[in-house]
């Protein structure tokens, strides 16, 4: 074999290796039967997420696999693949499966996420949930929880005193005359009784 053919494969090799270390997941997807327009179009919702698809030859796609020390990755590198490159751990996921749902003939088939191969199953699951900005944001919310009820407790005691700037408790003595008051009533009766 030609010294400059072999020494472009062993750079692809470890382009793809490099790939599979780096991101943050890769996805495994058949896209046999996907028109070029629809290919056009996956790729250009990929760019949108900040995701990259690649075509590799399966057996330098296998020898990346074994390099990186993801040798069980090659139970899936069968038939014309393309490797979905995801800088987090959904992104590349939930944008193939969106596509999937549309597009019967892009098949996933399995990937790596946090240096780990996984199964499609776990693929569909990462595909549900929502992209960085959206777990950010949610994560917010349910730290800002707490602070909003601190908040509004803070808000409620602060309306409660009185506007003369006594404190509370200052008005409850005043409610407990009243009930003084009723013994007297009671008295009355028993003089008339005994008149």
Do not use: C, W
Not at 13 to 18: K, N, Q
Not at 30 to 53: D, N, S
Not at 82 to 111: C, I, W, Y
Not at 118 to 129: M, N, R
């Amino acid at each position: 074999m030609n010294q400059a053919v072999l020494e472009s494969k062993k750079n692809v090799v470890t382009e793809i290796s490099d790939k599979f270390k780096n991101s943050g997941s890769t996805v495994v997807a058949e896209y046999r039967g996907l028109t070029v327009a629809e290919v056009t179009e996956l790729r250009r919702k990929l760019r949108e997420e900040g995701v990259e698809m690649k075509i590799y030859k399966n057996t330098l796609a296998s020898l990346a696999a074994d390099a990186a020390d993801l040798g069980d990755l090659k139970d899936v590198l069968t038939g014309p693949n393309a490797l979905v490159f995801g800088k987090d751990e959904t992104a590349a996921s939930r944008v193939l499966a969106q596509f999937a749902k549309k597009h019967k003939a892009l098949v996933l088939k399995g990937g790596i996420v946090e240096g780990k191969v996984v199964d499609i199953a776990t693929i569909k699951e990462l595909s549900t949930l929502p992209n960085r900005e959206g777990m950010l944001s949610m994560l917010l919310s349910v730290l800002q929880a707490p602070v909003a009820q601190f908040a509004r407790a803070v808000n409620a005691v602060a309306e409660a005193k009185p506007a003369d700037g006594a404190p509370a408790e200052a008005a409850a003595p005043a409610e407990e005359a009243k009930p003084a008051e009723a013994p007297a009533e009671e008295t009355k009766p028993a003089e008339e009784a005994a008149a």
